[in-house]
C-alpha cells in the first residue's frame, strides 16, 4: 500500500470544507489535482470515502473511520518536520469559561515566560461547546467543568473546584438562619443550560431543594455577578471566579445547610489524538 501524506491531507481538507473546489483553494492546489489524489486514495483503499450529493461531498462511514487516524498521522508527519525547528506550531485550547477566563490566564502566561515564541490560541465557550471542538479536531485539548461522556473523547480529572452561593451583603437572606425553604423561595440567577457549572449546580445544589425558582440565566460569570451585587437574586459559582468580590465586601458567602459543594474540571482530547511534544510541554504548566 502506498497510501502518501498528500492523499491524506488532501481526504482531510475534502472532509473540512465538503467539495474539491474548497479544498483545492485551501491547499493552493488545483482542483484536478485535488480529485485525482482522492479518487488515487480511494482506489488503494477500495473504497469509496465520501457519498456524493450534487457538487457537495459528504464523508461517509468510510471516510468517517478514516478521518481521525489520517489527522493523527498528519500531526505526527508536522512534528517530525519540526523536531528541529524553535517554533513547533500553535497550541490550540478549548476552555469552558470559568477555566478560559480564570484558570488558564495565569498558566499561559507562566508558560509564555519559558517559551515566548511558542504560539497558543485559546478558544472559550460552554462545556458544550469544547466538547464539540474537540470531537472535530478543531482543538488539541479542552478544559470543561464537568464530565464527558461523548464516545470517542478520552476524559480525565485534572482539578478540584469548589462552589459557592453567593448574594449582595445587604440581601434578606441574611436576615435569618439559610434553610433549603428559604434558598427554595430566593430568585436564582444561573448560567445557561449547556455550561458546565449549570449542571454541576443543578446536581449539587438544586436538586436538594423541595423547589427553586429562575429568575434569570445570563451567558457569563461576569454579568451573574454584576446582577448578584444589585440585588436581583443569588447564585453560585466558583470560588475562583468570586474571591475579589468576597474580599472587598460586595458579594457575601451564603452559609449553607449542605456538605461543601465541589465538582471536579476535567481534561479531554480526542482518543484518536496525537498529543504532541510541544502540547505535553504545555499541559505540565495546567496545575494549581
Sequence with gaps: MHITLRQLDVFCAIVKNGSTIQAARQLALSQSAVSAALADLENQLSVQLFDRAGKRLVVNEHGRLLYPKAISLLEQAKEAEQLFCDDEGAIQIAASSTIGNYL????????????????????????????????????????????????????????????????????????????????????????????????????????HLPYFRVGMELGNSEAIKHAVRYGMGISCLSRRVITDQLENGSLRQVALPLPPLTRTLYRIHHQQKHLSRALLRFLSYCHE
Excluded at 130 to 150: K, N, T, W, Y
Excluded at 153 to 176: G, H
Design 104 to 207: 488558564l490566564p495565569a498558566m499561559m502566561a507562566n508558560y509564555r515566560r519559558d517559551y515566548p515564541h511558542s504560539p497558543l490560541e485559546l478558544t472559550v465557550g460552554n462545556s458544550q461547546d469544547v466538547i464539540q471542538a474537540v470531537s472535530d479536531f478543531r482543538v488539541d485539548v479542552g478544559l470543561i467543568e464537568g464530565p464527558c461522556h461523548v464516545t470517542g473523547i478520552v476524559s480525565e480529572n485534572w482539578m478540584d473546584d469548589e462552589l459557592v452561593v453567593f448574594a449582595d451583603p445587604r440581601a434578606d437572606i441574611f436576615s435569618r438562619p439559610v434553610t433549603l425553604e428559604r434558598l427554595a423561595l430566593s430568585p436564582w440567577i444561573l448560567r445557561e443550560r449547556g455550561s458546565g457549572t449549570r449542571e454541576i449546580v443543578d446536581y449539587l445544589l438544586l436538586s
